[in-house]
Structure formats: C-alpha cells, structure tokens
C-alpha cells in the first residue's frame, strides 16, 4: 500500500518533504575563532585551550577535526588558485628574434 501511495504522490506532485532536524556542532559558535588561531600557527590544543576560556564545552577532538577540515579546504582554494604570470614571462625570454 505504501508504494501505491508513494507513487501517486508523485504523479500528483502531492509529496510532502520531511523536515530533517539539523543538530548544532559544539564547535559552531568558535568556528571563526578556530580559523583565526589556525591561521595564525596556533597548534589544535592551544586552541582549545584558549576557546575553552571563552565557554565552548567540547573536547579536543572537535577541535582536531575542524582543524584538519579546514587545512584540507584550504589547500584546496591554493592549488586553485595558480599563478600564470611567470610562464607569459618565460615564453616571452625565450622568443628570440
């Protein structure tokens, strides 16, 4: 019966979404914190450390994750971003007339 139903809701275009409850990270409210530090060299604990001062509640783990994330993201938007400028350089050293 299910598939019956299922299938005339989408003939009639009746299929209702269900909502989906998305859980909050521990890590949400610091994120942009964690990406400073990061940023700036700091080691995954020394992170924790310091936004442990500021209230988040979460363990080291949470931290190491987002930090291994966000390097891995990064590096990502680096090798995309190439410089080609050096090789109109070359090109042009080489012609010789």
Do not use: P
């Not at 521990?26 to 500021?54: P, T, V």
């Amino acid at each position: 019966m299910a598939v019956k139903v299922a299938y005339q809701h989408a003939l009639t275009g009746t299929h209702k979404q269900k909502n989906k409850w998305i859980r909050k990270s521990k890590s949400d409210g610091f994120k942009n914190i964690i990406e400073l530090k990061y940023q700036d060299g700091c080691s995954a604990k020394a992170i924790l450390n310091f936004i442990s001062e500021k209230g988040f509640q979460g363990k080291y783990t949470i931290v190491k994750d987002y930090c291994r994330q966000y390097k891995r993201t990064e590096s990502k938007k680096m090798a995309t971003q190439v410089d080609h400028s050096s090789s109109r350089l070359e090109r042009e050293s080489f012609n010789v007339q």
